[in-house]
């Protein structure tokens, strides 16, 4: 085992590899000024997922894509029925994102493996590169389908409020593939089938910059709280109605918009147990200069380490629109889209990365993520861990969004040497 161990740290992975295949996704849903928009189930995220099977069927691994389209890229060890180490992230994003949030722990996990056959390394247990599909809520308000499925961790309620910005509901998209209500459970991979499952990512945060650590290692996920909140007054003239007869829903939306930003700075201390929240899509109607605006329909995302101040502060929120509504004598659906509790990844995961970390000397930090990541499902069936590499100020979901080569490939040749030690692991 010591002597397979010492062959693998010398072992290398191909830098310029990884980074000439991140760069080629990174070219599917490139738009001005290095944004990319891959959106889940547009042609452009399909695109992708193409590439990726034809990276895997070229580094020799053997592909299967369920019926939602999560792609498993698998490698036997010299067990074959043992169960496997699944390693990966995603390949959709948001609207006018940059190039890591996702293929940095797609490609390089790719990257990872296509090493180890390479090098004919020997280990036990089968090996699995993963894409998910649609981690990115951006689309339907909805985060980590893909996962969740295989998780077996989707509510049919969950999925009924689900619609994106043209009005084409979730569901539909779906349908139109195949999958119903009914056999959506059928996606949930068997839990005995899986050793651990490791993701790479970029932290999308500040911190590992500013304290000048290459790598992060993730205690636990801040998962999200979504609600679709829809104010309803009426639409009118703007040039006759008086301001004491409007229902304007807007100026309701409005009101709402700063409480949830009061209230979350409230929260915003860790010994209140540090709380965000976001309106990040507004859609008003009729959406015209000329007349009172009769129908404003928000997003809300919440999200804390804490469960507790998390469902705190959505109760507020939640009264405060209805007060709002009230006091406006217009009317407020709240619509519930996903509640999610916040997760713990292993902690036997976290030390095994660590002395990767402490045998080559690379600066580290403990750390949880404020992002959602495929990893928060996962952890719910297996042993679940996360590597962090840098981002450059901190900046996501953003085309800044920026992530040094040279630390892209330490995280993958982190997660390899892990990935590894976890495949001879009884
Ligand atoms: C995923 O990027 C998220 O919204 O946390
Ligand atoms: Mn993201
Ligand atoms: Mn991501």
Redesign the pocket.
Known sequence: MLSMLRETCEISINKERLIHDLNAISRIGLGDHGAVTRLVFSVKELRARQLLIHLMNHAGLKVHVDRIGNIFGRLNGANSKAPAVLAGSHLDTVVQGGKF?GPVGVIGALEAVRTLRENNVVFAHPLEVVCFVG???SRFGF?TLGSSLVAGEVKLEDLANAVDAHGTKLEDVLSSMGIYRHNLTSLKRDPASIKAYLELHIEQGPILEAKAKKIGLVTSIAAPTRLKVVFAGQADHSGTTPMEMRKDALVAAARFISYVEDVCLEFSHMDKGRVVGTVGALKIEPGVINAIPGKAELSVDIRSISAESKDQVAKLIIEQAREIAQRRNISVDILPIRNELPVALDEGLLLLIEEGCKRKGIPYEIMPSG??HDAMQMAKITRAGMIFVPSRRGIS?NPLEWTEPEDICLGSQLLMETIVRLANED
């Open positions: 949030d981690e990115e809520s985060s992002a959602g979901h």
